[in-house]
């Protein structure tokens, strides 16, 4: 099992930055990817950003790049996602996610661990 907490949510103004965090426990050794994704009331979960723990490579959504920057402390075992310049769209409940991807890491059906969600709300 792999537990996830994530936090760093809030209520921000249209242009502004807000920087998620989320700490892995458990066996982690059993993961290869964690990733952010999140759920607007009335819309499905879609993939944000994720990131192979083994190192090098990340993955965006078309609608973040440029904007979102998804990193990954080994030493803590913590992701980040750091979210600048955010829009009204970008509202929705973020959650942290951690599996072992086998296929198209921005599915969140690839993924079996998953934190409680963090809600962001921004305001034009």
């Known amino acids: 099992q792999v537990q996830l907490v994530e936090s760093g949510g809030g209520s921000v103004q249209a242009g502004g930055s807000l920087r998620l965090s989320c700490p892995a426990s458990?066996?982690?050794?059993?993961?290869?990817?964690m990733g952010w994704f999140r759920q607007a009331p009335g819309k499905e979960r879609e993939g944000v950003a994720t990131?192979?723990?083994?190192?090098?490579?990340?993955i965006y959504a078309d609608s973040v790049k440029g904007r979102f920057t998804i990193s990954l402390d080994n030493a803590k075992n913590t992701v980040y996602l750091q979210m600048n310049s955010l829009k009204p769209e970008d509202t929705a409940m973020y959650y942290c996610?951690?599996?072992?991807?086998?296929?198209?890491?921005?599915?969140?059906?690839?993924?079996?661990?998953w934190g409680q969600g963090t809600q962001v709300t921004v305001s034009s």
């Open positions: 458990g066996y982690t050794y059993s993961i290869n990817y």
């Open positions: 996610a951690a599996g072992r991807v086998r296929g198209w890491p921005l599915d969140h059906s690839e993924y079996n661990y």
């Open positions: 990131i192979y723990t083994g190192g090098g490579i990340t």
